[in-house]
T-cell receptor
């Protein structure tokens, strides 16, 4: 089975722009979670989607949003980029229980640099 | 104060040594994750456990729900075990629901 894939792997944007990241889960997995990793804050949970609905949400501003499609693929959008949004963005999929109850399978991440 | 605390932050050991990494958390939880991250960023889930002990190869994870504490042990450590080990717990609060992560333990195993 193919693993979790994320596109693009690297991205450079400037302040004020917006960006969309994509995540394709493992086949059969219906839960997709998004995480941000920075040297200062470490790993932080952004949100989780299940059956096209946001089921859990972390403590991030509204500039961070996401959605999930009927095939379980998910996108994450960050609007009005700030320098502090530079980070590795990881998605993870699981069968259905989400990060509270299921093993998370991580993608390779998208490294976003904001100039 | 982070609700999930790990110790030690950094650990250097010799090949073959028995390694212990500790994780404590502040509130009751249903399960706890142990993750491994190699240089380059890839994260692998090692264990998810809600009670007792789990073993996979040379890795052992234990959890004591009452004491709010979990440990990850590596037996017969090897240089390829060098990585960052992160524990994570599902903690709700402040309008947020999701995994809260420890800061990670940077482990280096020298040959």
């Amino acid at each position: 089975k193919a693993g979790v894939t994320q596109t693009p792997r690297y991205l450079i944007k400037t302040r004020g722009q917006q960006v969309t990241l994509s995540c394709s889960p493992i086949s059969g997995h219906r839960s997709v979670s998004w995480y941000q990793q920075t040297p200062g804050q470490g790993l932080q949970f952004l949100f989780e989607y299940f059956s096209e609905t946001q089921r859990n949400k972390g403590n991030f501003p509204g500039r961070f949003s996401g959605r999930q499609f009927s095939n379980s693929r998910s996108e994450m959008n960050v609007s009005t980029l700030e320098l502090g949004d530079s980070a590795l963005y990881l998605c993870a999929s699981s069968l259905g229980g989400g990060p509270f109850t299921d093993t998370q399978y991580f993608g390779p991440g998208t490294r976003l640099t904001v100039l | 104060k982070n609700e999930v605390e790990q110790s030690p932050q950094n650990l250097t050991a010799q090949e073959g040594e028995f390694i212990t990494i500790n994780c404590s958390y502040s509130v009751g939880i249903s399960a706890l994750h142990w993750l491994q991250q190699h240089p380059g960023g890839g994260i692998v889930s090692l264990f998810m456990l809600s009670s007792g002990k789990k073993k996979h190869g040379r890795l052992i994870a234990t959890i004591n729900i009452q004491e709010k504490h979990s440990s990850l042990h590596i037996t017969a450590s090897h240089p390829r075990d060098s990585a960052v080990y992160i524990c994570a717990a599902p903690i709700s609060g402040g309008g947020a629901d999701g995994l809260t992560f420890g800061k990670g333990t940077h482990l280096i195993i020298q040959p």
